[in-house]
């Protein structure tokens, strides 16, 4: 008793799993997961920390062991002179150096990979939003590919119904054969739709799943994807501008480290240890050293000017791109939403047409049954109500795509 009621208890999760449908934020969720483009943004600001981790303990002391020995025997006559081997030397030394750098060498040069790490993260955002954007573009297409196949199949199922009533009045003479025929062919015509229907839907279905970076061939159901408009920042605040400001920080960080290249350096070094050429009381050859380096730049051929020059034009091609941006963004939105209204009035005149569509098609339906109704007007009828169905579903979709649109420049 106990078995059976485990094997029934599996076999409601498998039913209630498998009756649970994927909606588009699965879909986002699972992309967003497997994006390769992302992962290597997150693995670029984890290696920027390292780098700046390597800078700081770059300005620690550096300790280096060195050792050297070299042996040149002089052997009846023959060997290197004397005067310049010594017969050979030992030099065992630990070396110590250390960087002399101001505070603001070590802020510029931590705020470079700062910049690095803000513009990837910047980076990483903008690039999500671009693949939420392109998955919801694809679930609305195969979303309306299955609505656009259900409705054929309503057709089919119609015409099917009416292909029998048809053949009944046909044979006992209220129709002509030829009339007949005409139904038929229209019937076969619609058989063909459903099935290149059913072909588009899968097809795009497959995309999804393959955008998705989800490994499935089955065909399941997708609900209708909840799109509502979101609220749009100002340009400026747009998470695409950020990256405009980014931009002006890295030049002027730039504009920094020219100028700190330019400043003297200085290091100072210090040895101790081992250093003989067993000359002359090479067991006395114990000792230590201490000195400073210092590097004062005094002419580069104006390069230091050029470096300059070069980061004015950066900003000035900077500057130009941030107002290429912010009109781009308000003729944008403002044409998405112009786009918005206008299919919204679209979908509720075609409501509209739909509801005499479908009246005048179940007159003609009623007329068909006795015989009282052309096979030309029937059909007629069925085609505009199909017409506007199909306008309807088309602008549904639309809409969704524009609403899709607009949400991709809420980031912020």
């Not at 023959?78 to 070590?106: E, F, H, K, P």
């Not at 004062?296 to 104006?302: A, C, E, K």
Request: proline share 2%; with cysteine; net charge positive.
């Amino acid at each position: 008793m106990r078995k059976n009621a485990l094997v029934l208890l599996g076999l409601c999760t498998v039913l209630i799993a498998s009756a649970q449908q994927r909606d588009v934020n699965f879909f986002i969720d699972q992309a967003l997961k497997t994006s390769p483009l992302l992962q290597d943004l997150r693995s670029q600001v984890a290696t920027n920390r390292l780098d700046s981790l390597r800078i700081h303990a770059g300005l620690r002391p550096q300790v280096t062991g060195n050792v050297s020995a070299l042996l040149a025997p002089v052997v009846g006559g023959w060997g290197y002179d004397y005067a310049i081997t010594n017969g050979g030397y030992l030099t065992a030394v630990v070396s110590a150096s250390q960087a002399i750098v101001g505070q603001r060498n070590i802020a510029t040069q931590a705020q470079t990979l700062t910049l690095l790490s803000l513009t990837a993260q910047n980076t990483a955002k903008t690039t999500a939003q671009d693949l939420q954007r392109s998955v919801a573009i694809q679930y609305v297409t195969a979303w309306s590919d299955r609505q656009q196949l259900d409705f054929n199949r309503e057709m089919l199922d119609l015409l099917r119904r009416e292909e029998a009533v048809l053949k009944r009045l046909t044979e006992t003479g209220v129709y002509r054969q030829i009339d007949y025929l005409t139904f038929r062919t229209t019937l076969q015509q619609q058989e063909l739709l459903v099935l290149q229907a059913e072909n588009q839907w899968r097809n795009d279905l497959s995309a999804l799943n393959y955008l998705s970076g989800i490994t499935d061939t089955t065909a399941f159901e997708l609900p209708e994807p909840s799109l509502l408009p979101q609220l749009l920042p100002a340009a400026e605040r747009s998470a695409f501008a950020e990256q405009y400001r980014l931009d002006s920080l890295r030049i002027r960080n730039s504009e920094a480290l020219i100028d700190l290249a330019y400043r003297p350096r200085a290091s100072v070094v210090a040895d101790a240890g081992y250093n003989s050429s067993f000359a002359f009381q090479g067991y006395k050859n114990f000792g230590l050293s201490v000195g400073m380096n210092l590097t004062v730049p005094i002419y580069d051929g104006l390069q230091r000017r050029l470096q300059h020059d070069k980061n004015v034009i950066a900003e000035q091609t900077r500057l130009n791109y941030v107002r290429f941006f912010k009109q781009q963004y308000q003729q944008q939105i403002a044409q998405l939403q112009q786009q918005l209204t206008q299919t919204e009035q679209l979908v509720a005149q075609s409501a509209e047409q739909i509801k005499f569509s479908q009246a005048l098609l179940d007159a003609n339906a009623k007329l068909l049954a006795t015989g009282d109704v052309r096979i030309a007007d029937y059909l007629l009828a069925l085609n505009n109500y199909r017409s506007a169905r199909y306008v309807v579903t088309q602008q549904r979709s639309v809409r969704l795509q524009i609403i899709n649109q607009l949400n991709y420049w809420s980031l912020q």
